[in-house]
């Protein structure tokens, strides 16, 4: 007579414990997905928070050398754009009519007035580039145009003091006084917390805001 053991038939994995192999499988996957994720937002904010300190750095460095902000606005066209008394103005890195990036990339069609307001053809600011429009990252247009995205693909806002002193330098950053002449800051994850969309001053919505001061 054959052995006992030898009798029984190999059996494959029952529905139950298929479903629980499956169970842990997705477990570990979304617990991997929530590290990746949370690795992912680091490395974000740290790319911003190097935009912002290099470009408040350029900007710094600019006026230093020219005696002014680095836009092409006229002095009309500043007072205008002036807030608090004509004492600071707003710009965003996206290629406006401030023409901020151009000039502290020193990339302007050199048959255009640009080309007067940085005189030095010196590139103050670098970062790393992008050849998708919107996308983060340095974009370079064509006719003398340049915008700068954070990681979220929004555009970095700048404050700037439009009577820059060394002595005392300050800008306001809604309800914040920043003691420098340049402020930079990115809206974040959530995009939103700027001047622009009245949330400057919520801490709901800047709690994710990533900032050079």
Request: proline share 4%; charged share 25%.
């Amino acid at each position: 007579m054959k052995a006992p053991f030898l009798n029984r038939k190999s059996k494959g994995f029952t529905l139950i414990e298929l479903l629980v192999v499956i169970a842990i499988i997705l477990t570990l996957a979304g617990i991997s997905m929530i590290v990746v994720n949370g690795v992912m937002e680091k490395s974000r904010i740290t790319t911003a928070r190097s935009d912002c300190n290099g470009l408040q750095t350029a900007i710094e460095n600019y006026m230093m050398d020219n005696g002014r902000p680095p836009v092409a606005w006229t002095g009309r066209e500043m007072s205008r754009k002036a807030r608090k008394d004509g004492q600071y103005y707003l710009t965003t890195a996206l290629d406006d009519d401030s023409r901020i990036m151009s000039i502290l990339t020193n990339y302007m069609d050199r048959g255009d007035e640009d080309r007067k307001l940085n005189p030095k053809k010196t590139a103050y600011f670098n970062t790393t580039t992008t050849d998708v429009e919107g996308a983060p990252g340095l974009f370079f247009e064509s006719r003398g145009r340049v915008s700068l995205i954070d990681p979220w693909e929004s555009p970095y806002h700048i404050v700037l003091n439009a009577n820059p002193d060394d002595r005392s330098p300050r800008v306001q950053v809604g309800s914040r006084m920043v003691t420098k002449n340049v402020a930079v800051y990115s809206v974040g994850k959530d995009k939103q917390g700027s001047t622009e969309d009245g949330h400057i001053n919520n801490q709901e919505f800047t709690d994710d805001n990533v900032t050079s001061w």
